[in-house]
């Protein structure tokens, strides 16, 4: 996996600390009606963290496809330029 949004990534992280940061505070002072709010913070966070990694499947299709444009437009460097 790579990063490919380092911005993104870290406000995720730091989403899913502050929600779980909430999530324990609910607890130890007894608030249970408030703790389903504090999943909203870690549901964002995680969704955060999932658009701003790469996987190497990602990686290698969008390289396909980039190849196979610039084959397209005759732009490749094994292709059949004249």
Do not use: N, W
Not at 16 to 25: D, E, F, R, S, T
Request: net charge positive; aromatic share 4%; proline share 1%.
């Amino acid at each position: 996996m790579k990063i490919k949004d380092k911005a993104r990534f870290i406000i995720g992280v730091i989403d899913v600390l502050g929600g779980i940061a909430c999530l324990i505070a609910c607890i130890y002072l007894h608030r249970g009606a408030k703790m389903a709010l504090t999943f909203i913070p870690i549901i964002c966070g995680v969704g955060e963290i999932v658009q701003s990694i790469e996987t190497k499947a990602q990686r290698q299709k969008r390289k396909e496809e980039l190849q196979a444009m610039a084959k397209m437009y005759g732009l490749d460097k094994d292709g059949d330029a004249e």
